[in-house]
């Protein structure tokens, strides 16, 4: 499987590098920062899921390769946005797009202050062109060997799924950080985090699946099967990146052990611990919610309590469940490659340790 | 014409106020700003010549209408986050988005700093969800008698004049912002005004034509005069707009005069004043650029040297000249009411006093 990936990644760079569509874009760090998170590589899982869809059903790699790539632009132009609205500073090992735009802000007079938010303004102008090339390269599929209706099909599907229910997802993550946690149940949560991640996989594997059936109908079994699949699958992607986050190993992870429990983000996993552990720990985890820092000693603490409450057993369990959902559900497919390929990025997913 | 226009107003409201697309929106203050500004009104110049390009070329109106309301709506999320870069408090006499959005905040336990922050980050998630609303719109009028490789060509012509001329427009704006005054060069603003103001009009007057021709190509001669036809009144009323903003009624403006000489913004007729202008007049009124405020006596003494430099002629004579030509092109077309509601629209655009 790793070697597939490898080759989807490769074709998905070399695509992205050499598009044509951020090349009228003024000013030059303008263009540089449209090309900047599509072009920092990454794992290339949306397309890959995209791309092995279509092919276990017997579709052409080549079809699927330009809405693969629409996919993976998409998710990025969420991420630039995303991290304007977080503040993040980093990303992939390198200063997020905001940061790398206010620095060349140094090209004209300004105060620090003013730097900031013209690299912020900036930003906001290449996420949302992003989003346009993202259209565009699913639109352009029309000369990659999709037919026109179905083209037509997918781009609606992209502005259902990857649109309204993906920002949907993303504006529930931002106002449940501004809601005390204790007001916030773990399936307001799941919901979001379908919405927020879910989503957008599903449109990669349902549009996988139409391509393959050459179809502008989302109600083939086939369709719907790999819809359930990759939401499936992107809960207990999701559910392993909250449990990584605390139990992971520090120096492979993007950012430090805590991050979560820091910014009093309601995960599935503490929300699941708050509701089973003792009285005494949830009083001394409540209490530690929202520190500016942690010793490890806390940090110990904190595992422990969600130890013994059972919850890390729990969100376990409901991940192996959910992998166990996701494989079975491909199963119903006829065995090949692909659909090993699509089973080894599940355990793939839930297995990493960062 | 003003009877024409109200008639598409009234149709493009409904459309909108109608359209289902927001629905999944949540938070539901996130859902009414989704709606906000494309439900404000205002004069739909954009839906009028879309709609009014296709029908004088013997199209269907109703097929046009999706593709209006379309280009409106993507009109309307261009100007969310053109708010928030440039830290607008009011449009078409209600608070922008952001202002309403932080007005929502007051539910949640922020500080005024926090509030405003988050009413700013739910605005930029608004106008990213509109552009997919856009989009959708576009892509739906394959359910209204636009033919498929009809719509999949309007709909990459959306992505290369509506998203990726319009933003580079957009984003040479806050540049040329950032630059002082002297560095810049009419021409420099003349592209950006195209690109900010004039693609997306030429969007509307080429997809008008091709769904009228039923053709997925620009070549055909109409599509290419309708294309230049709006290019030119594009230009023609942004010179408008700057004169008004100098020379035009306080009270019907939506902004106060002389906002574009306090933020030092460097329009056409500004540079062409600062080149034509005496060497002593030219140092009064580079000295007056950029103050807090300008009393009576000083707006009066700008006009006084836009006046006698020229500038002011001079523009004028380059309004006609492009309205002129604008006109003249629409000539070559057969003599009907919708052909008269263009020639009036450009009227109508360049002779208004607000």
Redesign the interface.
């Known amino acids: 499987m790793i070697d597939y990936l490898r080759k989807v990644a490769r074709e998905i760079d070399e695509l992205i590098r050499n598009d044509p ?2 090349e ?4 030059e760090y ?1 263009r540089s920062a449209v090309r900047d998170y599509p072009g920092r590589g990454g794992k290339r899982i949306r397309p890959a899921l995209l791309i092995w869809s279509c092919a276990m059903l017997g579709g052409s790699e080549e079809a699927a390769l330009y809405p693969a790539a629409a996919a993976e632009v998409f998710h990025n132009w969420t991420l630039v ?1 995303d991290d ?2 977080d503040r993040d500073v980093s990303r992939r090992g390198a200063p997020t797009c905001h940061v790398t735009l206010a620095e060349e ?1 140094k090209q ?1 007079p ?1 105060d620090d202050e003013a730097r900031e938010r ?1 690299g912020r ?2 930003a ?2 290449a ?3 992003q ?3 993202a ?2 390269l699913l ?2 599929s ?1 000369e990659h060997g999709v037919p ?2 179905v ?2 099909a997918l ?2 599907k992209l ?2 799924l ?4 993906l ?2 997802g ?3 993550d ?2 449940f950080s ?2 005390p946690i204790t007001e916030l149940s773990a399936s307001q949560i799941r919901e979001m985090l379908y919405l927020k991640t879910g989503a957008l996989l599903r449109f990669c594997a349902e549009a996988g699946a139409m391509i393959a059936l050459n179809t502008d109908s989302a109600e083939p079994e086939e369709v719907k099967i790999l819809g359930e699949f990759a939401a499936a699958a992107g809960i207990a992607f999701q559910l392993r990146d909250d449990y990584l986050g605390l139990f992971g190993d520090y120096s492979s992870l993007g950012k430090p052990l805590g991050a979560d429990l820091r910014e009093g983000k309601a995960t599935i996993l503490l929300l699941t611990t708050l509701q089973m552990a003792s009285g005494e720990d949830k009083a001394v985890l409540t209490d530690l919610i929202g520190r500016a820092e942690y010793s490890p000693t806390d940090l110990d603490t904190v595992r422990r309590i969600m130890h013994d409450s059972g919850a890390t057993a729990m969100i376990d369990a409901e991940t192996a469940q959910l992998a166990e959902r996701a494989r079975n559900l491909l199963r119903e497919f006829p065995d090949n490659i692909y659909r090993q390929c699509l089973i080894d990025l599940i355990n793939f997913l839930i297995n990493r340790e960062r």
């Open positions: 569509f951020p009228s874009v003024r000013p303008l946005h304007i609205i802000m004209f300004l013209s303004d900036f906001i102008l996420g949302d062109l989003q346009g090339w259209n565009d639109l352009r029309v026109p209706r083209v037509l781009s609606r502005q259902k990857a649109n309204a229910a920002i949907t993303e504006a529930l931002v106002e501004l809601r």
